[in-house]
């Protein structure tokens, strides 16, 4: 604490006099600033230079043993959920190196063992060859770019090179990459020469290979495990203070590993599902989400409904609601509630039409049954109930009912903070937060990926391009948070019921069921997990994050943001940009974009309604009504003017319209194709 420099002033004059008071404090100052230039000066005088001072290290989380870690590792290579030729970590201690159905077979050097690391951080390569494809629009057809592929695959580690920001690559760079290694650029080829370095698309052809013929070097286990001289099966890792190991973990064997041109359905084993949690009165915001999924990704909306091509695996877009406060316990008819609420609300009502019912489907939310259903936590999670909402690290307390018998003075209408926060259904404004759904959803969308598989995606996403080499890629993701060698889960895969899923429950159980993802990530690095939960670059789906902490902005991409906000306020001296490029100048080459909150802010103040047209007339009339008290529901709407318009459109207002202009027949989507009804 810094002393208060006026009373001591007072002080001082009051008992020496105003003289010898202020040549006392005079004094004292000098001699304060003498001492703490002596201290530096002997510090750099006997302190060598290069002496590493303590840093603070966050407590471990590890709660199993490197045996287990070995089985879990074993397991997802052999699932096909690490088709990466990154090393796995050299302190995971395996003996043998892993069959790995996913990734190709690599000329290894054969090196004696007397030189041969203690343990092995490779595995054995017996996939099928890939097949790295040159996507770009064909004429005539040079106006849109094609589709991908079905079954086609990222190449993971060529995206790593080009984009990760540890080694100093930039987003700009990174989406040139992405947009031109996928047909994104419509034939308009302004690089010249070769571009294999560039491809990072793939397919898998051929059989799989005999892993019998493959000779796996072998390892003493004694060797591979010792420490300082020591035998230690658990050296290197650190448990959780005052936890106990885990029981040891076995796993039933994975499905064989099936290339996608083998399969007998294009979605047997790995249905395309996107998840999205969603608390509160339907608005704007899960629309443009479920907009953004109609126009980009490959459904068939311009095929007839009754046409199924076998080979093409249909995404799916289950959206969840919770229909109360995070705290509240669904009542008995609350599915049928969800679906009055969604049929009267003009913003969730287009998406009941049957041309989307095998691509759109709500879902209830209930956590209770949810947590039920996950076997690792099904028997022991009630013990941390009034613990549920922990985020970081930090509870945030359910206050019990009220004891009826309380005085009459005590208002019903005046509420506590603590009531408040506990009775919120969304996020209405930036000062009602609605922290408690906040924390649900991070636990939500790894129990919704655990059990049924499949992608989460936060509901402040928009989709930017087909996903179809991502759901090809069939290891686990997020993505990084911003500069942070951390995870952000607004974007998550995980593969159905698989042993990395376990792991991670079984330690959120340990750690107070806390997913947030700055907790997650220490789970996955105190137990050398990292790489089976890929960190992807933020370019992919957050491709502004980084201008917006004042990095690469000497080169930032295209739009230029400084801030989140210029999503929804582009600035005026850059505002010509949206109208004039449109959907395909809004950060090119990425897979989405997130906006980062902002739940109370139109995307389009001027014409804030879902303009769909006559088809969904009855939806725009109410909302209408709603955004304007002189216009009722069955008054005629005035003629829409140009003059009338924002001059400057923002970015967002530029999305919107061009999704509403696909649904209404105006426009293609952004492959070309035409929405039929």
């Known amino acids: 604490m810094l002393p208060n420099l006026l009373k001591l002033h007072h002080s001082t004059i009051a008992r020496f006099g105003r003289r010898r008071g202020r040549i006392f404090l005079a004094v004292g100052f000098l001699a304060a600033v003498l001492t703490v230039v002596m201290m530096f000066s002997l510090r750099d005088r006997f302190v060598p230079e290069d002496r590493s001072w303590p840093t603070y290290q966050e407590p471990s989380t590890l709660v199993y043993r490197r045996e287990d870690l070995q089985r879990i590792w074993e397991w997802e290579v052999a699932a096909g959920h690490y088709p990466s030729a990154q090393k796995i970590p050299e302190n995971i201690g395996l003996t043998t190196p892993p069959i790995n159905p996913a990734l190709p077979p690599r000329k290894s050097s054969s090196i004696p063992n007397r030189f041969r690391p203690p343990s092995v951080t490779n595995t054995v390569g017996i996939g099928a060859k890939r097949v790295y494809l040159d996507i770009q629009a064909k004429p005539p057809n040079v106006a849109y770019p ?6 086609s695959v990222a190449d993971m580690d060529v995206v790593m090179d080009h984009c990760d920001f540890s080694q100093n690559k930039y987003v700009r760079d990174c989406l040139e990459v992405l947009r031109l290694g996928g047909g994104l650029d419509n034939g308009a080829r302004v690089r010249r020469g070769k571009m294999d370095e560039w491809k990072y698309i793939y397919v898998e052809d051929g059989e799989l290979q005999n892993s019998t013929q493959i000779a796996a070097p072998q390892i003493n286990t004694a060797l591979a495990l010792k420490s300082q001289g020591v035998a230690d099966p658990n050296a290197a890792f650190v448990k959780k203070r005052n936890a106990d190991w885990e029981p040891h973990v076995y796993f039933p064997a994975p499905q064989k590993y099936v290339a996608h041109h083998d399969r007998p359905e294009a979605c047997d084993e790995n249905p395309h599902l996107f998840h999205m949690f969603w608390t509160g009165p339907f608005t704007d915001k899960p629309y443009l989400a479920l907009l953004s999924f109609l126009y980009t990704q490959n459904l068939g909306l311009h095929l007839d409904a009754e046409h199924d091509d076998p080979t093409i695996c249909r995404p799916q877009f289950w959206l969840w609601i919770n229909p109360g406060p995070a705290a509240s316990v669904p009542n008995p008819t609350a599915m049928r509630d969800m679906f009055e609420q969604l049929k009267s609300n003009p913003w969730a009502s287009p998406f009941l039409h049957p041309r989307f019912k095998d691509v759109i489907q709500f879902k209830l939310w209930n956590t209770t049954e949810q947590l039920d259903g996950v076997p690792e936590l099904k028997d022991e999670w009630r013990v941390l109930r009034d613990a549920l909402f922990n985020s970081g690290g930090v509870v945030e307390k359910i206050p019990q009912p009220a004891d009826s018998s309380s005085e009459e003075g005590d208002s019903s209408s005046s509420k506590s903070e603590e009531d408040d926060k506990v009775n919120r259904v969304g996020s209405k404004s930036p000062s009602s937060y609605d922290r408690l759904s906040v924390i649900l959803s991070d636990m939500a969308r790894f129990v919704l990926c655990h059990r049924f598989g499949g992608i989460y995606l936060d509901a402040d996403t928009i989709l930017l391009r087909d996903w179809e080499e991502l759901w090809g890629w069939k290891g686990a993701f997020a993505y990084r948070w911003s ?11 995980l593969n159905k019921g698989s042993a990395l899923g376990t792991f991670l429950f079984r330690t959120a159980l340990k750690n107070g069921l806390d997913f947030h993802p700055m907790t997650v990530s220490r789970y996955t690095k105190d137990a050398a997990l990292e790489p089976l939960l890929l960190r992807l670059p933020d370019a992919l789906f957050d491709s502004a994050w980084l201008n917006t902490e004042d990095y690469q902005r000497e080169r930032p991409p295209q739009p230029y943001f400084t801030e989140f906000g ?9 505002s010509a940009a949206p109208q004039a490029l449109g959907f395909n100048g809004f950060f090119r080459g990425a897979y989405s974009y997130h906006f980062h909150n902002f739940w109370w802010q139109p995307f389009d103040p001027t014409r804030n309604w879902p303009d769909l047209g006559p088809r969904f007339i009855n939806g725009e009339r109410i909302a209408r009504a709603q955004a304007d008290a002189s216009v009722t529901e069955h008054s005629e709407f005035p003629e829409d003017l140009v003059a009338d318009d924002k001059r400057d459109l923002d970015w967002s207002v ?5 999704f509403e202009s696909y649904i209404r027949g105006e426009i293609p989507n952004m492959y070309g194709e035409w929405i039929k009804w």
Do not use: H, I, Q, S
């Open 483 to 493: 500069r942070l060698e951390r995870y952000n889960t607004a974007v998550l895969k």
């Open 146 to 151: 094609p589709r991908p592929m079905p079954g």
């Open 654 to 658: 530029v999305l919107k319209r061009t």
């Open 566 to 574: 210029d999503f929804f306020f582009t600035p005026r001296e850059k």
